[in-house]
């Protein structure tokens, strides 16, 4: 592939996507990642792109900026109990589960009455919400770069430890879902996410009805190749029909 076509796929992308990384474009385009970075940089002296921390972004991007844990917990309380319960509701005895970052998993715990299950998680606030029912769970907690914003562990040491491991379910809360797009506001934290996701034999996305209909900074996944979206039963029928295009929609308690 000539230069020019290559730094034209890679704009297009940037424009497209929003944030790209640039393991992704190394991927994509099969270059290496010295050539990703160098064309990077060529394209933000144009001007046409904006360099950030591990790829980069649209100049067209504006973020909302992302409201704090602690902000986060008072919002939509009822609606991420109800969530908990059903995200608990999936998980069986034998399990080996995945559970992301957000105030809605953190709730989890609260639920949970299966024993026999192997939690993993990069969140500090997931793993402690857990700690005093250790004896019940085998409870596994993976390090790395700590992000206070949202109490995850995330970057390459959090990156290759999920790599390696392989789970029966993964649930992941996002800050925005946009038809069939899923966002968060930290490409290194939906990365992260990506990862567990892509290695778990059920992938649920979770987001109470707030979430629908909303972009966050980086969209990281795609709905149509998870098993369901757990959202509340506030979602609207026009919301529900909607989403139901992409994958399954679980917004009540699995029976046992």
Do not use: C
Request: glycine share 6%; no cysteine; aromatic share 6%.
């Amino acid at each position: 592939m000539l230069k020019n076509e290559r730094l034209l796929k890679i704009r297009n992308w940037i424009k497209h996507k929003g944030i790209v990384t640039v393991s992704e474009i190394s991927k994509e385009l099969n270059v290496s990642t010295m050539t990703v970075r160098r064309d990077l940089d060529e394209l933000s002296n144009r001007q046409e792109i904006v360099r950030i921390h591990g790829g980069a972004q649209s100049i067209n991007l504006k973020a909302n900026a992302e409201l704090s844990r602690m902000e986060k917990r008072k919002i939509n309380v009822k609606a991420k109990q109800e969530i908990a319960q059903i995200i608990a509701g999936l998980i069986e005895p034998g399990d080996a589960v995945y559970l992301g970052p957000g105030t809605t998993i953190e709730l989890v715990a609260n639920y949970l009455k299966v024993d026999n299950v192997r939690i993993i998680t990069n969140s500090l606030p997931v793993f402690l919400s857990f700690q005093d029912k250790a004896d019940r769970y085998s409870l596994n907690l993976v390090g790395g770069s700590y992000r206070a914003r949202s109490g995850a562990f995330i970057g390459n040491l959090a990156n290759e430890v999920l790599e390696r491991l392989k789970t029966n379910k993964a649930f992941i809360s996002v800050n925005g879902i946009q038809q069939n797009d899923v966002s968060n506001a930290n490409p290194e934290e939906g990365q992260t996410q990506q990862i567990a996701m892509n290695n778990a034999q059920f992938r649920y996305v979770v987001g109470d009805h707030s979430k629908l209909n909303h972009q966050d900074l980086y969209p990281f996944y795609r709905l149509n190749v998870t098993n369901g979206l757990i959202t509340d039963s506030s979602i609207s029928g026009d919301d529900l029909k909607n989403y139901e295009k992409f994958t399954k929609v679980i917004t009540k308690i699995k029976k046992k």
